[in-house]
């Protein structure tokens, strides 16, 4: 069983950086590429970022390019998103994916596994 928790949510002005984290359960963690997507209430859920199964290759949604940054270390089975310059239009609930394929992907289809999310909100 795959279980992947995020961490590192909270409240933070505009302007402000947050780190979140997502650790996944299981040894065949390195060979999965992960994903960060994030769903503002009333939204659908919408790609982030997302981190090849070797950090080879990396992809970012078009609003958060320049601002977040992925990055995972295999060694402790954990994705990060760093996040900076926050911006009042990027609160949402965050969540980690895994997709058993290794490639990287901008769609929810591709992904095997979820946590269950964090909130993230920025006030302006």
């Known amino acids: 069983q795959v279980q992947l928790v995020e961490s590192g949510g909270g409240l933070v002005q505009a302007g402000g950086s947050l780190t979140l984290s997502c650790t996944v359960s299981g040894r065949t963690f390195s060979s999965y590429a992960m994903g960060w997507f994030r769903q503002a209430s009333g939204k659908e859920r919408e790609f982030v970022a997302a981190i090849k199964w070797n950090s080879a290759s990396t992809d970012y949604a078009d609003p958060v390019k320049g601002r977040f940054t992925i990055s995972r270390d295999n060694a402790k089975n954990t994705v990060y998103l760093q996040m900076n310059s926050l911006k009042p239009e990027d609160t949402a609930v965050y969540y980690c994916?895994?997709?058993?394929?290794?490639?990287?992907?901008?769609?929810?289809?591709?992904?095997?596994?979820w946590g269950q999310g964090t909130q993230a909100t920025v006030s302006s």
């Open positions: 994916a895994a997709a058993g394929n290794g490639r990287v992907s901008t769609r929810t289809g591709e992904y095997d596994y």
